[in-house]
Every structure is written in structure tokens, then in C-alpha cells.
Nanobody, 122 residues
Framework: VQLQASGGGLVQAGDSLTLSCSAS????????MGWFRQAPGKERKFVAA????????YYEDSVKGRFTVSRHNAGNTVRLQMNMLKPEDTAVYYC????????????????WGQGTLVTVSS
């Protein structure tokens, strides 16, 4: 089982960026999938999650209205559209999966992907 994340990079404040995470090795179409991030010197924290169908989503308060999580590829891909990026969004972003999206929101992760670095310059 592998979660492969991509899409990180260096952007300026106010720019947009889309992260993508594709699952392989099993189907995650019914699982919750989402994103966590870890800023330098800080603990890893929840960012956003989506149910398998995409009908239910959860967001951390600081990204509400700016980030959008969505499912694609029959539910085996999760994307994070990040708009109006701020320097404080700088972090390594990790893809994650669990049986349900609400468990991800509570920090209960079953599967981790590798991180992808997002750097937002001011």
C-alpha cells in the first residue's frame, strides 16, 4: 500500500497551489483521505479530509475558505487546492488515509504518504 503525494513547491503569498495524492496497492475509494502538515519545529497537524464519495469534508479552521479537498480517480486520489496562500502555510504536507474522514479529523491515521514541501514566501 502506497500513498504518493506530489505538487509541492515554492510560491509567493497570495498564490495558489494544488497537491495531489494517489493510492496504490489497494482501493481507498470508500476510505477517508486527507492532508496533514508539519511546519518547521512544530508537530504534525490536521488540515483537511474528505469522505470516499467527497460528500463530507472537514477543514482546520485556518484554511477554511482558502483550501478545498476533493476526490478523483474513482476515489483513489485526493487533491488539496490551496488558494490565497500565506507564509504561515509553509510546511511539509502529508497525505493520509483512514476508514473514515472524521477519524482523520481527530488525528487517527491508518496510512501515511510521504511528505511534499510547500514554501510560501512573503
Amino acid at each position: 500500500v502506497q500513498l504518493q503525494a506530489s505538487g509541492g513547491g515554492l510560491v509567493q503569498a497570495g498564490d495558489s497551489l494544488t497537491l495531489s495524492c494517489s493510492a496504490s496497492g489497494r482501493t481507498f475509494s470508500t476510505f477517508g483521505m486527507g492532508w496533514f502538515r508539519q511546519a518547521p519545529g512544530k508537530e504534525r497537524k490536521f488540515v483537511a479530509a474528505s469522505s470516499g464519495s467527497g460528500a463530507i469534508t472537514y477543514y482546520e479552521d485556518s484554511v477554511k475558505g482558502r483550501f478545498t479537498v476533493s476526490r478523483h480517480n474513482a476515489g483513489n486520489t485526493v487533491r488539496l487546492q490551496m488558494n490565497m496562500l500565506k507564509p504561515e502555510d509553509t510546511a511539509v504536507y502529508y497525505c493520509a488515509a483512514q476508514l473514515t474522514a472524521d477519524r482523520l479529523q481527530r488525528g487517527d491515521v491508518g496510512y501515511w504518504g510521504q511528505g511534499t514541501l510547500v514554501t510560501v514566501s512573503s
